[in-house]
C-alpha cells in the first residue's frame, strides 16, 4: 500500500542540519517540518491538519520514539474502516521497557483499562470524561472529524495552547461525536517506547495534570458532569485503592481549605498544608479502609460549608510516577465534583448569596 503521506514534525530538537538533511532525504516525497520554537503536542497536532488534503481519509497518530510493529498496519486499518460506521480507532500495542516484567507484552494483557472498550453506559450517555482514559497506542481518526475540530479543543479557557495531553484533547471530542461507533483493534499494531526518559509519564506530570484537568472539564455542564453522588462507571486498580476513596479524600480537602478560608490560614494552607494533607489523604486511601462508611461524613461536611473557591497550589509539587499522577487526578476531579454536586442544594437550602459558587475546579500556579 502506498497511497499515504507522512507528516514528520520535530518539535525543535537538537538535530543538527546533517540529520535534518538526511530526514529530508528520507521522506523527500513526504511533508516534513522542523520547529523554530518548542510548541508542544497540542499545537502540533492542530498545525499538522492543514497538510491533510483528504477529508475522507484517515489519520494516523504515532509519537517519535514509537514505531509499527508489523509491515500490514495500513491494510489492517484500511480493512477496519471499510466499515462506514467505524470513526476512529486505538488499540493494541506492545510495551517496550527492559525493565518492566512486561516487556513486549502487548497492553491489554495486563492492563485492565487502556485498549479496552467503554462500558455500554459510558457510550450512550457519551460520559468519556467523566471515566478513565482507555485509548492507548496505536490511534487513528476519521480526518474529516478532525478537520472539523474547533481551535478551542486545543486551548485553554484563556485562549493559550494546551501544551500535553493532546491525544485526550482530540480524542473526547471524536468520542462524543462518534458514541459507540468506534473499533478496538486486538491485533498490537505499534511498540509503546516506555524506556524513553523523556517520556510524558516520566517528566512534565504537574504540567499534564492540569492540562488533563483543562480537558475533561471542557464539557463539564448539564450534560456532562461529574456526579459525587452516582456510583463510578469505571474503576481503576491503583495500590488497590478504589475511585470511591480518592471522592473521599476529594471532600476531605474541600473542606480543609474551607476552614483555612475562615480561620484565616488560607496562605499557609496554599504554601505547606495542602500538599501534606492531600498526600496523607492519597496514602491512606492506598489502603484497603472503611471509605464506604467514612466518605458520607466527608460530603455532610461539605453540604453544611459554604462553597468557596478551590484553588489548588500546584508550583512546587512533585508528582513522582504514573500511579501517584492518577490518584492526584481522581482526588482533584472528585472534590471539583463535590462542589458542583452540592452547589444547588446549598443554594436552596441557604440562598444564592450564602453559595457563593465556585462552578469549576480552579489551579492557581
Same mark, same amino acid.
Not at 483528504?54 to 500490514?72: E, F, H, K, M, Q
Not at 491503583?238 to 481549605?257: D, E, H, T
Given at each position: ?20 538533511? =538526511?530526514?529530508? /532525504? ?9 520547529? *523554530? ?25 504515532? /509519537? ?19 466499515? %462506514? @460506521? ?5 488499540? /493494541?500495542?506492545?510495551?517496550? @521497557? ?20 467503554? %462500558? ?8 468519556? +470524561? $467523566? ?18 475540530? #474547533? ?21 473526547? #471530542? ?12 486486538? !491485533? ?26 483543562? !480537558? ?40 480543609? $481549605? ?17 500538599? +501534606?494533607?492531600? *498526600? ?14 467514612? =466518605?458520607? !461524613? ?7 460549608? $459554604? %462553597?468557596? *473557591?478551590?484553588? !489548588? ?46 462552578? *469549576? ?5
Amino acid at each position: 500500500m502506498n497511497n499515504y503521506t507522512i507528516i514528520f514534525i520535530d518539535d525543535y530538537s537538537s538535530y543538527n542540519q546533517r540529520q535534518k538533511q =538526511y530526514i529530508r /532525504d528520507k521522506l523527500q516525497h513526504h511533508v516534513v517540518v522542523f520547529n *523554530k520554537k518548542r510548541r508542544f503536542a497540542v499545537q502540533n497536532a492542530y498545525h499538522a491538519r492543514s497538510y491533510i488534503t483528504n477529508p475522507n481519509s484517515v489519520v494516523i497518530s504515532l /509519537d517519535g520514539d514509537d514505531w509499527l510493529a508489523r509491515t500490514d498496519v495500513l491494510a489492517i486499518l484500511d480493512s477496519t474502516y471499510s466499515n %462506514p @460506521n467505524c470513526q476512529l480507532t486505538y488499540g /493494541d500495542c506492545y510495551l517496550f @521497557n527492559p525493565n518492566s516484567t512486561n516487556h513486549r507484552k502487548s497492553f491489554s494483557t495486563f492492563d485492565k483499562i487502556r485498549n479496552h472498550r467503554y %462500558p455500554k453506559n459510558v457510550e450512550q450517555d457519551k460520559s468519556f +470524561r $467523566q471515566s478513565f482514559f482507555r485509548p492507548f497506542h496505536l490511534k487513528s481518526w476519521r480526518a474529516g472529524v478532525f478537520l472539523d475540530l #474547533p481551535k478551542h479543543s486545543f486551548t485553554d479557557s484563556q485562549g493559550k495552547w494546551l501544551r500535553f495531553c493532546e491525544d485526550q484533547a482530540i480524542l473526547y #471530542p471524536l468520542l462524543e461525536h462518534a458514541g459507540s461507533n468506534y473499533t478496538v483493534l486486538s !491485533i498490537p499494531l505499534s511498540y509503546y517506547n516506555a524506556d524513553n526518559p523523556l517520556n510524558d509519564q516520566k517528566v512534565n506530570l504537574v504540567s499534564r495534570l492540569s492540562d488533563e484537568i483543562e !480537558i475533561r472539564g471542557r464539557h463539564i455542564g448539564a450534560r456532562h458532569s461529574y456526579s459525587a453522588q452516582t456510583t463510578p462507571t469505571d474503576h481503576l486498580t491503583i495500590k488497590y485503592s478504589p475511585l470511591l476513596a480518592y471522592k473521599f479524600a476529594g471532600s476531605l480537602l474541600y473542606v480543609g $481549605q474551607f476552614l483555612a478560608v475562615k480561620l484565616g490560614f488560607k496562605k499557609l494552607w496554599m504554601a505547606r498544608g495542602q500538599q +501534606r494533607v492531600l *498526600k496523607l489523604l492519597l496514602r491512606w486511601t492506598d489502603t484497603k479502609s472503611k471509605v464506604r462508611v467514612t =466518605y458520607p !461524613i466527608g460530603m455532610a461536611l461539605m453540604f453544611f460549608s $459554604q %462553597p468557596v *473557591k478551590l484553588d !489548588i497550589g500546584l508550583r512546587n509539587w512533585q508528582i513522582r510516577d504514573e500511579s501517584e499522577y492518577q490518584a492526584v487526578l481522581w482526588t482533584l476531579l472528585s472534590s471539583s465534583s463535590a462542589t458542583k454536586q452540592t452547589y444547588r442544594s446549598i443554594s436552596r437550602a441557604f440562598g444564592s448569596v450564602v453559595a457563593t459558587s465556585v462552578k *469549576k475546579l480552579h489551579l492557581q500556579f
